[in-house]
């Protein structure tokens, strides 16, 4: 069954702590990406990839990293440097950029 | 200038009627365009692409792109309550190809 999956869904960090997020896609895609949705607003991007061992910035990198190590995977690193990372996180992938993109199930990620 | 606007509602339609979402952006190069639905604390879902200019259908769903005037509009005919949703206009940057998103439009079908 092809897909997207991230994990986990919920996820509770306590204020200092790194924590990371992880999505794994079976589709074969070459693209994928990190978007962070807050309420009431739209998808900003965080980092993308477009091929493996490689990434770029997106427009709200600061405070997180990734590595794209395998096609399958694009895990995301929130870290303490984050001074606000409560919010939705949605990894996607796509056969390229500029192709349809689809979405995993998401990581509702809460500082506590 | 957002690169992407949408108009962030609630539009309400009436069951039956024909829903129409508009979004609008700024640069004048994207190439591609895409139409998602997110239902309240779930992933956005894709509906439809469109790459040229003119109509798109697919079952109840059209899609309308008119890049001279840099807009892309969803029909939804015969609207339905299980359409009640946000629907999120995306387009590619012409520079990356990366998908920029609007903040969406709610949709509100009532019986």
């Known amino acids: 069954d092809g897909g997207i999956t991230q994990s986990p869904k919920y996820l509770f960090r306590k204020e200092g702590q790194n924590v990371t997020l992880s999505c794994e896609q079976n589709l074969n895609h070459d693209a994928m990406y990190w978007y962070r949705q807050d309420p009431g607003q739209g998808l900003r991007l965080i980092y993308y990839s477009q091929i493996v061992n490689d990434f770029q910035k997106g427009d709200i990198a600061e405070g997180y990293s990734v590595s794209r190590e395998k096609k399958e995977s694009f895990p995301l690193t929130v870290t303490s440097a984050q001074k606000n990372p409560t919010a939705f996180y949605l990894c996607a992938s796509s056969r390229g950029l500029g192709t349809e993109a689809f979405f995993g199930q998401g990581t509702r990620l809460t500082v506590v | 200038q957002k690169e992407v606007e949408q108009n962030s509602g609630p539009l309400s339609v009436p069951e039956g009627a024909i829903a129409s979402l508009n979004c609008t952006y700024s640069?004048?190069?994207?190439?591609?365009f895409f139409w998602y639905r997110q239902y309240s604390g779930k992933s956005p879902e894709l509906i439809m692409s469109i790459y040229s200019n003119g109509d798109k259908e697919d079952g109840r769903f059209t899609a309308q792109l008119n890049k001279a005037s840099q807009y892309v509009s969803l029909l939804i005919r015969d609207s339905q309550p299980s359409d009640s949703a946000t629907y999120l206009c995306?387009?590619?940057?012409?520079?990356?190809?990366?998908?920029?998103f609007g903040r969406g439009t709610s949709l509100i079908v009532h019986p």
């Open positions: 640069d004048r190069v994207s190439q591609s």
């Open positions: 995306a387009v590619n940057r012409g520079g990356s190809y990366i998908p920029t």
